[in-house]
């Protein structure tokens, strides 16, 4: 079979245009490996268990060092779960990319949204390709990971160098010009958090 091969993911690209979604697809997988690994070294984090050990099996009374322990991991966990969901999700994306690319004689362009996963299946003619897409958008882990992504990517916290401290709470002191809507363009200026007085 003539193209080029990928051993990563046991894949020929039949034509020149699909290499490069062949290389974003390894290097999301490398991405979301590299993630997962360090998501297990957290959860499985030997001084962790130790001190759970201790503080809850032996009963020595270090539950704090337990807590500290846990706080610490749960900042690297967050954002690693996150990166890991998120280039899982996006091999999706890829992988439709390179369905668009090596299908059709016509490809859509890649920012057309008829080539992302979700609606790729709308195109493709192939009965036994198309069920395996849908069967995979109906499966409760990928909505999760997309719901999950969708949720994510649409919470927004502000770095705390925007902020300034005053005598009612803080303010963002850098202003924004404007955010998209609902189609309707908003202008972003003096934004302010004041926390409830209690």
């Not at 974003?24 to 360090?38: F, G, T, V």
């Not at 201790?54 to 610490?72: E, M």
């Not at 299946?121 to 909505?143: P, V, W």
Request: one cysteine or more.
């Amino acid at each position: 079979m003539k193209g080029l091969y990928f051993r990563d993911f046991d894949f020929y690209c039949l034509k020149f245009e699909t290499v490069t979604f062949a290389l974003a697809m390894r290097q999301l997988s490398r991405r979301s490996e590299y993630h997962h690994n360090r998501l297990v070294q957290c959860v499985n984090d030997p001084l962790l268990i130790n001190l759970y050990e201790d503080a809850y099996i032996n009963d020595t009374n270090s539950k704090l060092d337990f807590w500290v322990r846990a706080g610490i991991l749960e900042k690297v966990i967050d954002p690693e779960l996150s990166a890991m969901l998120q280039a899982t999700r996006s091999q999706f994306d890829v992988f439709s990319q390179i369905i668009n690319s090596e299908l059709f004689d016509s490809p859509k362009g890649a920012r057309d949204w008829s080539v992302a996963f979700k609606k790729i299946g709308n195109r493709i003619e192939s009965s036994n390709l198309k069920e395996t897409i849908d069967s995979i958008i109906n499966h409760e882990n990928f909505i999760y990971i997309d719901d999950f992504i969708n949720l994510s990517k649409h919470v927004v916290t502000l770095a705390t160098r925007y902020w300034q401290e005053n005598n009612e709470g803080f303010k963002i002191t850098k202003n924004f010009t404007t955010m998209s809507w609902n189609g309707e363009e908003i202008l972003m200026n003096n934004l302010e958090f004041i926390p409830e007085k209690s």
